[in-house]
């Protein structure tokens, strides 16, 4: 996601160098990988995507991992592929980013909005309960900020109610989850290689964790319902089935290799991200309280992927937001509150989610990327102290 703050930096009058809170870590080694895939005359989906695929699996507890070209085709083909269709509901979070509404409405699916904990770590459980008993068939809560959602809670209320869950994870790769199920077949998990996120491909998602079954079901549904993917048909003429509906949602050779290059060196950026937030941290004043952790979280153990603060309710995060662009300094909110979206709106007539309403309102996502100098992580936390000391 990129904040409106994010895109007005280019428009900034500030007289300070600007320091954008996602930049993406590109390496040498990235840029050789596409060099590799450019040369070798196959571009699209092929080997390197297989590659990427087989490296993923180490990250999951059971079960296959298939790629796509974003998170949200991800999510929406995980989805269809688990009976999610026309009239099915499905339990959404009110924090959270506009992609999954759009994966469960494009399969005709209605989302049913419910409200978090007041920390944003879990869907509120007794919703999510009261929503499954009134024929909910699919549960996705999302891992804010990167750290683990209450996945086994979620899937013990799934499991009573015979629904599917699947959690968001577009910030998570590289988390540790308590849960010893997920990824996997129980509760599979949708990651995202958009530019904004602890590793990239340029584009590009992934589902972590499905069967083997479903593993087949989604490289077809992915590939215009094909049973053979045209990698294996390069050297020869032959025929090919459409075996169901499917769509154009394959990852390209090209930005598999930006991911592979990166997913292998993921260990370094999660400790190096952590040693960020370490310092950010012990930078910022006593006054501001810090959200994400850098380790432990109530779920598993966080990648430091997203470094956001709690402002006080007395500060409002928009013109906490402006002082810091003022002085050279991105931010970015994750998330503007949902259901005010005029695409959600509807959805959400009359409800109230004070939880995910107050977070989104008082919460301000900060620069933690791994260019960041010393010099910089300072000027960061003087300048937030500046701007919320007014």
């Given amino acids: 996601m990129t904040s409106v703050t994010e895109t007005a930096l280019d428009n900034t009058s500030s007289p300070f160098p600007i320091i954008r809170c996602s930049v993406p870590d590109v390496s040498d080694e990235d840029r050789a990988a596409v ?20 490296e993923l699996r180490r990250h999951v507890r059971s079960g296959e991992v298939v790629t796509f070209s974003s998170a949200t085709a991800a999510l929406a083909a995980t989805l269809h592929v688990r009976g999610v269709g026309t009239g099915s509901k499905v339990v959404v979070g009110a924090l959270g980013f506009a992609a999954v509404i ?5 399969l ?11 920390d944003g770590d879990s869907l509120d459980l007794d ?56 990824p996997g077949p129980r509760c599979p998990v949708v990651v995202s290689f958009h530019p904004t996120k602890i590793i990239t491909g340029g ?3 992934a589902v972590l964790g499905v069967s083997a079954v479903e593993a087949a079901q989604l490289r077809s549904f992915r590939n215009q319902g094909l049973t053979t993917p045209a990698w294996s048909r390069r050297d020869r003429t032959t025929t090919y089935a459409f075996q169901d509906v499917g769509f154009a949602l394959e990852m390209s050779d090209v930005h598999a290799a930006i991911a592979l290059s ?25 006054g501001i309280a810090v959200c994400p952790s850098s380790g432990r979280t109530a779920h598993g153990w966080s990648n430091a992927s997203m470094f956001a603060v709690r402002l006080q309710p007395e500060c ?21 509150f949902l259901a005010d979206q005029p695409a959600v709106r509807p959805l959400v007539a009359g409800k109230q989610f004070p939880n995910a309403q107050a977070l989104s309102a008082g919460t301000l996502t900060l620069p933690s990327h791994p260019s960041l100098t010393m010099i910089e992580i300072a000027r960061i936390a003087d300048a937030l102290t500046q701007a919320v000391d007014g």
């Fill in 316 to 336: 409002d995060r928009d013109t906490v937001s402006d002082r810091l662009l003022a002085v050279g300094i991105g931010s970015a909110v994750h998330y503007p």
């Fill in 35 to 54: 060099d590799r895939v450019l040369r070798s005359g196959w571009i699209g989906a092929g080997p390197v995507v297989r590659e990427l695929e087989l």
């Fill in 262 to 286: 990166q997913l292998r060196r993921l260990d370094q950026i999660v400790l190096l991200r952590r040693a960020i937030f370490l310092s950010l941290t012990q930078h910022i004043g006593q």
């Fill in 127 to 182: 919703q999510v309960e009261a929503a499954l008993r009134r024929g909910a068939a699919a549960v996705v809560p999302l891992a804010w900020r990167g750290e683990p959602s209450n996945t086994s809670a979620l899937a013990r209320l799934c499991d009573v109610a015979g629904a599917t869950l699947v959690e968001d994870g577009a910030y998570a790769l590289g988390s540790v989850r308590d849960d010893a199920t997920t």
């Fill in 108 to 118: 005709g699916a209605h989302p049913v909005v419910v409200d978090v904990t007041p």
């Fill in 203 to 205: 584009l590009g998602g």
């Fill in 102 to 106: 759009n994966a469960i409405r494009i």
